[in-house]
């Protein structure tokens, strides 16, 4: 089955954490502290691989989670990290985040990898925190929690050139003519439910791929047909081909039929319109297509090719003039509208302060990542914590926010009562 959109959750290992430990040993006194930290947790990979067609793998598993790292132990032994997981999908893949819609990834070449959901870092033993003042700390930190998110995967197929047309124009006819791709061919509207790439070999033994992209009627570019489901797998074609009907056996008008697929093309993405294309006059065996024929002839002149995709009339022709397209343009071409994902360092806020029903509520990555690597377990481990949210201000924000003694402040699952 062809699947081009997923939708799942990924999980990066927590930290392991670090512990309090001291040396005792013979001969050893006052041996000091020796915990250890925890190991980095696993993240979460994805890898482009060019053997996949589908992400059919991710229709009936939605959860991928890293393993945590080990925790430390006493004689300054730090904790293994945790195995990575690692994801293959097909080349082409876009790896969106669920919540804002941003590109985390496009995977475009073989063997390329993106890390979508970070380990967390393990936590430092007590061994990390002796000073000259306090040569024997009892304070250790847990695990980072690991990075978490629902993402939206959707592939858009990597083919040198699509083939556009309306349904029974003759596009599966063709790609099965050119290529040893063999779609399901039927004289019925919507025989094609899925894109068939087929690799085409030239006359000189070059070779190039061809996408039959399915479902184009008017109205594609919102939905109607299966325009909305398989339009994408246009946007990175580097030349277009349209195959027209034109025995005009469904009835409809030949140059009105290119017409409206252009326009579809064009409100979908506005960039398509300078794509490079051809237009294959197809059903040319039948008498009635000459006059029609002569019509687009008059219209595009030499970018118009006569072919018969059931007898192989004109074919070597029109393959070997998209050849010659194809080798006057780069093959790694950046398709306009679209930008390379860059990533950006962006500033985030320590905590954020709302009042609900009574108890203010205190949220924030920053403040609920401390919470998690916090040991409460230790008078020293509930002093750190102190210490640090009374330098990130937040004793003075509940102040502003008009917090007073004896009110509830909850951070995540903590809650206690304020106390001046």
Do not use: C
């Not at 939605?62 to 195995?83: E, I, L, S, T, W």
């Amino acid at each position: 089955m062809f699947v081009d959109h997923a939708k799942i959750y990924v999980r990066g290992g927590d930290g392991g954490n670090g512990i309090v430990a001291f040396r005792r040993e013979k001969y050893v006194p006052l041996g000091g502290p020796s915990g250890g930290d925890g190991g980095r947790g696993g993240s979460v990979i994805f890898i482009a691989d060019e053997g996949l067609t589908t992400l059919m793998d991710f229709k009936y598993r939605h959860h991928f989670k890293a393993v945590r790292g080990a925790h430390g132990q006493g004689k300054n032994m730090h904790g293994a990290g945790g195995q990575d997981l690692l994801v293959k999908v097909p080349v082409g893949t876009v790896i969106k985040d669920d919540d804002n819609g941003r590109v985390i990834a496009d995977l475009t070449e073989h063997g390329q990898e993106a890390v979508v959901a970070r380990g967390g870092r393990g936590g430092r033993g007590n061994a990390r925190f002796a000073t000259a003042t306090n040569k024997a700390p009892s304070v250790s930190e847990n695990g980072e929690p690991g990075e978490e998110k629902w993402i939206r995967m959707e592939l858009k197929l990597l083919a040198d050139v699509g083939l556009v047309g309306f349904p029974n124009a003759g596009k599966s006819t063709l790609i099965a003519r050119i290529s040893a791709a063999r779609p399901k061919i039927a004289d019925y509207p919507f025989t094609t439910l899925v894109p068939n790439l087929g690799v085409v070999i030239t006359k000189n033994k070059e070779s190039f791929v061809v996408a039959d992209i399915p479902g184009l009627i008017a109205g594609a570019h919102q939905g109607s047909g299966l325009g909305h489901e398989f339009l994408r797998h246009i946007e990175r074609t580097r030349v277009l081909i349209f195959v027209l009907d034109t025995a005009q056996t469904e009835g409809r008008d030949v140059l009105q039929d290119y017409q409206v697929l252009r326009e579809e093309l064009e409100l979908y993405r506005p960039d398509l319109k300078e794509r490079p294309y051809l237009i294959a006059a197809n059903k040319m065996d039948v008498p009635e297509a000459q006059e029609n024929y002569e019509r687009l002839q008059a219209e595009f002149g030499d970018r118009v090719y006569a072919i018969s995709a059931v007898s192989g009339l004109g074919v070597e022709a029109l393959v070997e003039e998209t050849f010659r397209l194809l080798q006057a343009l780069p093959r790694d071409m950046l398709i306009s509208g679209e930008e390379p994902v860059v990533r950006r360092f962006e500033e985030e806020e320590p905590f954020i302060i709302a009042n609900v029903n009574g108890v203010f509520e205190v949220r924030g990555k920053r403040i609920e990542k401390l919470m998690a690597m916090t040991n409460f377990n230790t008078d020293e481990g509930l002093q750190r914590f102190q210490k640090i949210i009374e330098k990130m201000g937040l004793e003075e924000a509940l102040r502003e926010k008009g917090v007073k003694a004896g009110d509830t402040v909850r951070i995540a699952d903590l809650e206690f009562e304020y106390n001046e």
